[in-house]
């Protein structure tokens, strides 16, 4: 079974800083990993989507890395706000129908 | 705009009952998924089906069925519901994967509870 994990499980930062949230996958041979915001009690929103030939893509104040040879995202979020908190969950694909999520991030930015 | 609809948001049943969770997806998507969400466990794949009236099992099947009988459509089936049941269950879906922007959409989620 592919393993992808996320850490911290949770995360407050004051607000205006910038920060980095982690995903790690163990089998690095993926086809896309997509990151995903989900509010209390609902469903998961995709934030952003890297291909695996992609280094990066960005959105906004959002920017999420992909380095496969060492099975590693980060999703940059600059200038957080209030709004931003949040679970941040990441999804690994590889060939085949099914998707892997992390258990998440849980951020909390403080006003 | 893309669009998977669950039609109940929270619901409330008793042991023993039988539980239908409906799901409808507006993008023409041959995969469809229902997960189960609790706190700390995260994410986990009950069933999939790939196409219409195909299925298959995910990593917690035990204690559920499925049935897709029109492509837009994906129900998830508790035959005898238990309190062990209760979670918030998420149904998505996507293309079936021919490139590597496939990506997944996800409904509202239902929140389940079984006394």
């Known amino acids: 079974k592919q393993e992808v994990t996320q850490i911290p499980a949770a995360l407050s930062v004051p607000e205006g800083e910038n920060l980095v949230l982690n995903c790690s996958f163990t089998?690095?041979?993926?086809?896309?990993l997509q990151w995903f915001r989900q509010d209390p009690g609902k469903g998961l929103t995709s934030l952003l989507l890297?291909?695996?030939?992609?280094r990066e893509q960005t959105s906004g104040r959002l920017n999420a890395s992909l380095d496969k040879s060492s099975g590693r995202s980060t999703l940059y979020i600059a200038a957080s706000q209030p709004g931003d908190s949040a679970t941040y969950l990441c999804?690994?694909?590889?060939?085949?129908?099914?998707?892997?999520f992390g258990t998440g991030t849980s951020l909390t930015v403080i006003p | 705009d893309v669009k998977v609809t669950q039609s109940s948001r929270y619901l409330v049943k008793r042991t023993g009952e039988k539980v239908f969770l409906e799901c409808v997806q507006d993008?023409?998507?041959?995969?469809m998924f229902w997960y189960r969400q609790d706190p700390g466990l995260g994410l986990r794949l009950i069933y999939f089906?790939?196409?219409?009236?195909?299925?298959e099992k995910g990593d917690i099947p035990e204690g559920y069925s499925v049935s897709r009988e029109k492509k837009e459509r994906f129900s998830l089936i508790l035959e005898s519901a238990s309190t062990n049941q209760t979670s918030m269950y998420l149904c998505?879906?996507?293309?079936?994967?021919?490139?590597?922007?496939?990506?997944?959409?996800f409904g509202e989620g239902s929140w389940l509870t079984v006394v």
């Open positions: 998505a879906s996507s293309h079936r994967a021919t490139s590597s922007g496939n990506t997944i959409y």
């Open positions: 089998d690095s041979a993926i086809y896309n």
């Open positions: 890297i291909q695996s030939s992609q």
């Open positions: 999804a690994v694909k590889y060939t085949g129908n099914q998707f892997y």
């Open positions: 993008m023409d998507h041959e995969n």
């Open positions: 089906s790939y196409d219409v009236k195909m299925k």
